[in-house]
């Protein structure tokens, strides 16, 4: 089953990061690298990447003269999306496990969302 794994971040963790040297960015990173290599080599990987911040981030809203895009997020909130893992797993309990191994895991910045699986050819509202 696949499942997303969400990384949040905050700007404070950001502005942290930013003033690492950057042999230590490269140390940190090595942890992300490690993971996606090993969830490669299992067959459990499926994609991963890190996303601009939140001032190049819409919200797009349909109206009378159809789609908007306006600064995001809407609600005043610290955190922000800064990433993903999208993997294949036989279980929630791995990829709870997964998530686990994330830096941001230590201050609850990571989310776990199973992927309904969609299956187009048995959809009969699709013409």
């Known amino acids: 089953m696949k499942y997303l794994i969400l990384i949040k971040s905050n700007p404070e963790w950001s502005a942290e990061w930013a003033a690492f040297t950057p042999e230590q960015q490269a140390e940190g990173m090595q942890l992300y690298t490690k993971l996606t290599e090993e969830l490669q080599e299992a067959g459990e990987f499926v994609d991963a990447e890190q996303l601009v911040g939140p001032e190049a981030t ?52 990571v989310q776990v969302h199973p ?13």
């Open 115 to 127: 992927i309904l699986a969609y299956d187009a050819a048995a959809d009969t509202s699709v013409a």
């Open 58 to 109: 819409k919200t797009v809203t349909v109206g009378d003269h159809g789609a908007v895009a306006s600064d995001a997020p809407l609600a005043e909130t610290k955190e922000f999306l800064g990433g993903y893992y999208l993997v294949d797993v036989a279980s929630f309990e791995r990829a709870v496990e997964i998530a686990g191994r994330l830096p941001e895991a230590s201050w609850g910045g």
